[in-house]
């Protein structure tokens, strides 16, 4: 097995043994046809090969109808692209778990989704992963006229792990004077890593998020990185104010609701145009399982979110 030389072999195997586990799982447990919430045939992804600097990775790419496409052309311009990045813990390699969000986006806004499938621990480590969707995001925007899409209208977000990478590629963004994402949606995040798990506490005896979770997490991906760091948690980057819109989601019984719920705040006291909504009776991930109302409700939102950025910046 491959790993990152900073992980001890015994956090390594916890976090192999959950890679293997977690495709099985989601195929058995989540997405139900319940939270299908598309209402146009979304073919299924093609795939691409992108370069970053640590080699290529590759990507899934949910196209619009080619009506959608049509229209969109017949206007004068090419489709958006969302870059969703996955969740997973920074550990499972799944981008097929967003199938359902992937397919509305799609379907009702008419864009691009492409999800790229970052590497993850336990074979390497933080920075990584922020590297390779930071590199795919620039490669997304330099793509457009090979692949179709309009690459100066691009957002960028993702639940939990892909949430946190999510606010790593627009504040690199930021740091090195790049394009910024149109908007951002971060989906019941983890931002703020040097909070202990004695701080991230849930009105449920055993939360999604429970404390060998983040010890896996902090163990692999995160070993040896410094928590303080602002691509490490990002609620203490000193640029949030220059953020774009930003959709914030949380879970009322989720163990991160609480520094999500603050970051939030933070962003609006910046002066950052905010969207927030704490979604009562669910835990972390409830946009991927039944009950369908609140996960209906959260999808929606993402796409009321990412639509309007998109009409604002044509």
């Not at 930003?246 to 002066?271: K, P």
Request: a neutral charge; proline letters at 8%.
């Amino acid at each position: 097995m491959k790993r990152d030389p900073r992980i001890a072999w015994r956090h390594a195997l916890a976090a192999r043994a959950l890679q293997l586990t977690y495709p099985a799982m989601n195929r058995l447990l989540l997405l139900p046809p319940e939270v299908e919430f598309a209402t146009k045939p979304i073919a299924a992804p093609a795939t691409v090969r992108i370069p970053t600097r640590h080699g290529d990775i590759g990507a899934l790419v949910f196209s619009p109808t080619s009506e959608d496409i049509e229209s969109q052309l017949a206007d004068g311009r090419s489709p958006p692209v969302h870059l969703l990045i996955h969740g997973g813990g920074f550990i499972t390699r799944y981008p097929l778990g967003e199938g359902n969000v992937a397919r509305y986006l799609a379907s009702e806004l008419g864009c691009y989704v492409l999800m790229p499938d970052y590497r993850a621990a336990p074979q390497v480590c933080h920075p990584v992963a922020g590297q390779e969707c930071y590199d795919a995001y620039l490669w997304v925007r330099g793509s457009g006229a090979a692949h179709g899409w309009d690459g100066d209208r691009v957002s960028v977000g993702g639940p939990s792990a892909g949430g946190h990478l999510s606010l790593g590629v627009a504040l690199t963004a930021i740091e090195r004077g790049a394009p910024s994402p149109a908007a951002l949606s971060v989906e019941f995040a983890p931002v703020d890593l040097t909070l202990a798990n004695a701080q991230r506490t849930s009105t449920r005896s055993r939360p999604i998020v429970g404390d060998a979770l983040m010890d896996t997490v902090m163990n692999t991906y995160f070993a040896g990185a410094d928590t303080s760091h602002p691509l490490v948690s990002p609620a203490l980057h000193p640029a949030l104010d220059r953020l774009p819109p930003t959709l914030v989601i949380t879970a009322e019984h989720d163990t991160l609701r609480d520094e999500a719920d603050r970051f939030a705040d933070s962003l609006r006291r910046a002066g950052v145009e905010v969207t927030h909504r704490m979604f009562e009776g669910v835990d972390h991930g409830f946009i991927y399982h039944r009950p369908a109302e609140p996960a209906r409700a959260a999808i929606s939102l993402m796409g009321e979110h990412l639509g309007s950025a998109f009409r604002r910046s044509r």
